[in-house]
């Protein structure tokens, strides 16, 4: 009798467990973002036609040059990408080589759009397909990945540059040896 | 349903929500058109809500050439559904990307479909997503090092449903 006592408090532990599990698991902040999972490797080979008539176009070859950089992915139609372009400004100021990918968009538009909040880029690739963020592994617009002198992609800020981000990417930057 | 809309009185479709009660209808005729009004009311509001949720960020480009077209080889096309059906949504994570209208789906599905239509295994297409994206992107289940006790323990509970029935038969005999 006590046997089957302990085994009956023993499934009750065990549920308790499984709903603790639930209570603790519903309680934290969902996880809306995914990494790319290819930090650490070297970018994918590419070659995109310039999105604007007075900047070149982006391809992997630039991206190992030997300088660490910047690559912003970006599109004219994305709203948090006009509220980063101030702290893309401070980037650029703060020494930092910014180069970028315009994802799904009009020459036309993407004038306009870095006529009216700025342009810190050195380099603008057009990607009409997304293939090109697809093969780095960027879910969405905007994404900022640090890619060092080697080309290898060392790190990846996921949603639009806040104030406190600044001082992050630079970092980052410094240590892919800039 | 005779006075479903008067002309003219489309264009309020919006203010009436509060007020069920006017003033040219016949008694008879206000419980229909009272339940009437609620189900324009809740139809409006259910579209608008519909409609300022995509408005955030959409592009304005035409689709990737292989999003909405399929591939001209039936074979083809059935290989690469299958595979579209079992990769997530990067955007709207709940779908498949088969699923999913999102711009950036769209663009996935060209991938899949100009690849298979290069010859590429579908599965080959998978792990290259995978290896972006991680285990997340896929839909199709996997035993790795993370997720071998989902397969291990149902067949542990089996085994021992099996054991305690043939006890506790034995024990009743």
Request: glycine share 8%; proline share 8%.
């Amino acid at each position: 009798m006590i046997r089957m006592r302990v085994f009956l408090w023993v499934l009750v532990g065990l549920a308790a467990g499984v709903f603790g599990l639930f209570a603790y698991q519903l309680s934290q902040p969902k996880h809306e973002f995914v990494e790319s999972a290819m930090i650490g490797q070297p970018i994918p080979a590419f070659d995109l036609p310039p999105a604007v008539a007075d900047r070149p176009g982006l391809a992997s070859g630039d991206l190992a040059d030997g300088q660490p950089k910047l690559l912003n992915v970006f599109a004219s139609w994305c709203v948090p990408c006009a509220a980063e372009a101030p702290n893309l400004a401070r980037l650029e100021a703060g020494g930092a080589n910014i180069v970028a990918v315009a994802i799904r968009d009009r020459p036309d538009d993407v004038a306009r759009f870095l006529e009216a909040y700025g342009n810190p880029f050195s380099r603008i690739g057009k990607d009409d397909i997304s293939a090109v963020q697809l093969s780095i592994g960027s879910s969405g617009v905007p994404e900022t990945f640090v890619i060092d002198g080697k080309g290898v992609i060392r790190y990846q800020h996921i949603g639009d540059i806040r104030d406190g981000d600044v001082a992050v990417l630079l970092d980052k930057l410094k240590e892919a040896g800039a | 349903m005779r006075t479903v809309r008067h002309p003219g009185e489309s264009r309020d479709l919006a203010p009436p929500c509060g007020s069920l009660r006017r003033g040219h209808r016949t008694p008879r005729e206000v419980p229909a058109f009272a339940g009437m009004t609620v189900l324009v009311c809740i139809l409006a509001m259910a579209l608008a809500v519909a409609m300022t949720a995509p408005v955030a960020a959409q592009d304005s480009l035409p689709p990737a050439p292989y999003a909405y077209r399929q591939l001209d080889d039936p074979a083809l096309e059935a290989k690469a559904l299958a595979l579209m059906e079992t990769l997530r949504c990067l955007k709207c994570q709940s779908q498949s990307i088969a699923d999913s209208d999102a711009p950036m789906a769209g663009d996935m599905r060209h991938q899949v479909r100009s690849r298979i239509a290069e010859g590429e295994d579908p599965e080959h297409i998978r792990a290259w997503l995978v290896e972006r994206y991680g285990d997340y992107v896929s839909y199709k289940p996997t035993v790795s090092a993370t997720t071998w006790p989902l397969f291990a323990v149902p067949a542990v509970l089996l085994l021992l449903a099996f054991l305690i029935l043939r006890r506790r038969l034995r024990g009743a005999k």
